[in-house]
């Protein structure tokens, strides 16, 4: 009996072992992605399960929404994107002024 299995990938063609290697990587890829459109749909089942106790609960609901919203657009829309810095930036300084107070 042999202790270490044979590596068949080394006795095919360089075109047969690149298949191979595309194709794991593909179904790798497709595997990652289902995790993580799980993951996603757990956050959003918890971020909508009940309304916000604070300011800062509500805060993290608009930074998720608008994150999502600005990966769905256009990279040639600068004004939204510049738009959305800003309301996110306003977050910052309203969060930071609130716990001072």
Not at 49 to 72: C, I, N, Q, T
């Amino acid at each position: 009996m042999v202790d270490q299995p044979t590596n068949l990938d080394a006795h095919r063609g360089m075109a047969a072992q690149k298949a191979t290697d595309l194709r794991r990587l593909r179904a790798e890829v497709e595997a990652d992605q289902e995790a993580l459109r799980t993951r996603q749909a757990a956050l959003e089942d918890l971020l909508a399960a009940a309304p916000a106790s604070d300011w800062h609960e509500a805060v993290e609901k608009a930074r998720y929404l608008l994150g999502l919203f600005a990966r769905s657009l256009d990279a040639s829309d600068q004004r939204r994107r510049k738009l959305i810095d800003r309301v996110l930036a306003d977050f910052d300084h309203l969060l930071d002024n609130s716990t001072r107070e």
